[in-house]
């Protein structure tokens, strides 16, 4: 076995010198769960030459803003799902016709058609490559080979650099090898786990739960299943992270006899935090945003978001939100719950907790659509 590769699998120090070596001089990127060894490594050895973006269009920036001030060509790294945000500062901005500004992309690629993938990457899975097509970016799938994939690498930058445009290194499930993870981070008492059962006991027969991208709907959906409560009052929002808040306060304008709450994450809020002062403006008196906030991706891998550097309660109540708590421990969260019901929303309740492992994580059973359509069905109940 080389020491680039393990097995048939690269070494994330490999994929981090060989850039390097190719000058590539900046990193940045959102965390995704086939590129996380790589995400962890650039953690703990790219110091400030490495930045986790708030989302893959802001990632671009960030990108577009390293190579006009160092005149060197970044790596952008994403999940495949995050292609749809990066979508106009490419086009936009970074394509040849427009500014011309090099980068590398290395997209991890979820749904890859023959994969058995969960049901938001079924779509994104098979169009990834069109897509790239379609934008005009050359790309190569990462070869798990260590010494073919220095010469993609290299040709990557090269290409990128002389033709002044993207290019994109596609990544297959099983390519990076692991990187030690860091254990989870007791900072609060509470698990996310914990604190989703805590919501799910607060509500009555005719709320409504719509719940955010990635472990927190697996968890819920879980939960359901073991206390045989049925799924219907659940909407699950397996992909488009950061827009369960906006379908749920949507939802909360069509349904304003209904209270209609949100389970949130601080990656999936902060990807989108545009939604707040939206909300906040629209008034809905029967919306609780309930933000879960672990200072991480979790659901990826842990990489940390700027979630405990931040006050977003405040942020929400200088968007219009009406109510705004942050509550830490299991008693404070179950009074806060009881306390919410009678107030008049928009409120957010942030309850802060910890990224502890838990033991194996189920995936819902039940397909998107027809997870929404039994949704709406509870909806139109009296
Ligand atoms: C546009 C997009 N980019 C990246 C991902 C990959 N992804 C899935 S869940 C997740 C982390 C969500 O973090 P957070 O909202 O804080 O919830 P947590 O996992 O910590 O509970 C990410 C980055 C995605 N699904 N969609």
């Given at each position: 076995?080389?020491?680039?590769?393990?097995?048939?699998?690269?070494?994330?120090?490999?994929?981090?010198?060989?850039?390097?070596?190719?000058?590539?001089?900046?990193?940045?990127?959102?965390?995704?769960?086939?590129?996380?060894?790589?995400?962890?490594?650039?953690?703990?050895?790219?110091?400030?030459?490495?930045?986790?973006?708030?989302?893959?269009?802001?990632?671009?920036?960030?990108?577009?803003?390293?190579?006009?001030?160092?005149?060197?060509?970044?790596?952008?790294?994403?999940?495949?799902?995050?292609?749809?945000?990066?979508?106009?500062?490419?086009?936009?901005?970074?394509?040849?016709?427009?500014?011309?500004?090099?980068?590398?992309?290395?997209?991890?690629?979820?749904?890859?058609?023959?994969?058995?993938?969960?049901?938001?990457?079924?779509?994104?899975?098979?169009?990834?490559?069109?897509?790239?097509?379609?934008?005009?970016?050359?790309?190569?799938?990462?070869?798990?080979?260590?010494r073919q994939a220095k010469l993609q690498i290299g040709r990557a930058v090269h290409i990128a650099?002389?033709?002044?445009?993207?290019?994109?290194?596609?990544?297959?499930?099983?390519?990076?090898?692991?990187?030690?993870?860091?254990?989870?981070?007791?900072?609060?008492?509470?698990?996310?786990?914990?604190?989703?059962?805590?919501?799910?006991?607060?509500?009555?027969?005719?709320?409504?739960?719509?719940?955010?991208?990635?472990?927190?709907?697996?968890?819920?959906?879980?939960?359901?299943?073991?206390?045989?409560?049925?799924?219907?009052?659940?909407?699950?929002?397996?992909?488009?992270?950061?827009?369960?808040?906006t379908i749920a306060a949507a939802i909360a304008q069509h349904k304003p006899d209904r209270r209609?709450?949100?389970?949130?994450?601080?990656?999936?809020?902060?990807?989108?935090?545009?939604?707040?002062?939206?909300?906040?403006?629209?008034?809905?008196?029967?919306?609780?945003?309930?933000?879960?906030?672990?200072?991480?991706?979790?659901?990826?891998?842990?990489?940390?978001?700027?979630?405990?550097?931040?006050?977003?309660?405040?942020?929400?109540?200088?968007?219009?939100?009406?109510?705004?708590?942050?509550?830490?421990?299991?008693?404070?969260?179950?009074?806060?719950?009881?306390?919410?019901?009678?107030?008049?929303?928009?409120?957010?309740?942030?309850?802060?907790?910890?990224?502890?492992?838990?033991?194996?994580?189920?995936?819902?059973?039940?397909?998107?659509?027809?997870?929404?359509?039994?949704?709406?069905?509870?909806?139109?109940?009296?």
């Amino acid at each position: 076995m080389s020491a680039d590769a393990s097995g048939s699998q690269l070494l994330p120090a490999m994929l981090y010198e060989t850039f390097r070596a190719a000058g590539v001089a900046y990193f940045c990127g959102v965390p995704d769960s086939l590129l996380s060894p790589f995400g962890y490594y650039l953690a703990d050895h790219a110091g400030t030459a490495h930045d986790i973006a708030i989302h893959e269009g802001n990632a671009v920036a960030l990108a577009i803003g390293a190579y006009v001030a160092t005149k060197k060509v970044p790596l952008v790294y994403m999940q495949n799902s995050g292609l749809g945000n990066a979508l106009n500062p490419l086009v936009s901005l970074a394509d040849p016709l427009v500014m011309a500004v090099p980068m590398v992309l290395l997209v991890g690629w979820r749904g890859q058609s023959g994969m058995d993938d969960e049901p938001q990457h079924k779509k994104q899975g098979p169009i990834t490559t069109s897509l790239l097509d379609a934008l005009g970016i050359p790309y190569q799938i990462l070869s798990k080979d260590a010494r073919q994939a220095k010469l993609q690498i290299g040709r990557a930058v090269h290409i990128a650099q002389e033709l002044q445009q993207p290019v994109a290194l596609v990544v297959e499930a099983g390519t990076i090898a692991p990187y030690d993870r860091p254990g989870g981070v007791q900072a609060y008492p509470l698990s996310r786990e914990q604190a989703i059962q805590a919501v799910i006991q607060s509500l009555d027969e005719r709320d409504a739960l719509v719940a955010t991208t990635g472990k927190a709907s697996r968890e819920l959906f879980e939960y359901r299943e073991e206390t045989g409560q049925g799924h219907r009052r659940d909407l699950l929002i397996v992909g488009g992270m950061g827009h369960a808040s906006t379908i749920a306060a949507a939802i909360a304008q069509h349904k304003p006899d209904r209270r209609i709450y949100c389970i949130d994450g601080d990656g999936a809020l902060l990807m989108h935090m545009g939604a707040l002062p939206i909300i906040g403006s629209k008034r809905l008196k029967n919306f609780y945003h309930i933000l879960i906030n672990n200072g991480a991706h979790e659901s990826v891998g842990g990489q940390p978001t700027v979630g405990f550097m931040i006050d977003i309660p405040a942020i929400a109540q200088a968007s219009g939100y009406a109510h705004v708590r942050r509550v830490t421990e299991a008693t404070e969260l179950t009074a806060a719950l009881q306390a919410i019901r009678e107030l008049d929303g928009p409120v957010l309740l942030e309850v802060r907790v910890n990224t502890l492992p838990r033991s194996e994580l189920s995936r819902p059973t039940i397909s998107p659509a027809d997870n929404r359509a039994a949704f709406m069905s509870f909806l139109d109940e009296v």
